[in-house]
């Protein structure tokens, strides 16, 4: 079994900043794609950004820019760093992973999500 644990969330005003943290821990053997959704009330959950195991990022159009995504391998963790937050970056924010573990192929994680609100 694989858990995923986000940090970081809470209450910003405009312009602000944040940084979310998703350590994965369990009987991995190999983390491949991770990523940050994010989903508000009423709305489908939506890419935010992701990165492979090589390195490579994707964002979503609306961050760009804005937010960063970053890995670290040897801590089995990813960060966003979220700046110039607006208020429509208000939701729960879940990291997700694809993990294999020591027996088990590749299998799609999530955490239970942080909060962040952007308000003044």
């Known amino acids: 079994q694989v858990q995923l644990v986000e940090s970081g969330g809470g209450l910003v005003q405009p312009g602000g900043s944040l940084r979310l943290s998703c350590a994965a821990s369990?009987?991995?053997?190999?983390?491949?794609?991770m990523g940050w959704f994010r989903q508000v009330p009423g709305s489908q959950r939506e890419l935010v950004a992701n990165?492979?195991?090589?390195?490579?990022?994707s964002y979503v159009e609306s961050v760009e820019g804005r937010f960063t995504i970053s890995r670290d391998n040897a801590k089995n963790s990813i960060y966003l760093q979220m700046n110039s937050l607006k208020p429509e970056d208000t939701a729960i924010y879940y990291c997700?992973?694809?993990?294999?573990?020591?027996?088990?192929?590749?299998?799609?994680?999530w955490g239970r999500g942080t909060q962040v609100t952007v308000s003044s």
């Open positions: 369990g009987r991995i053997d190999r983390i491949h794609m």
């Open positions: 990165i492979n195991g090589g390195g490579t990022k």
């Open positions: 997700n992973a694809d993990v294999s573990t020591s027996i088990a192929g590749p299998k799609n994680y």
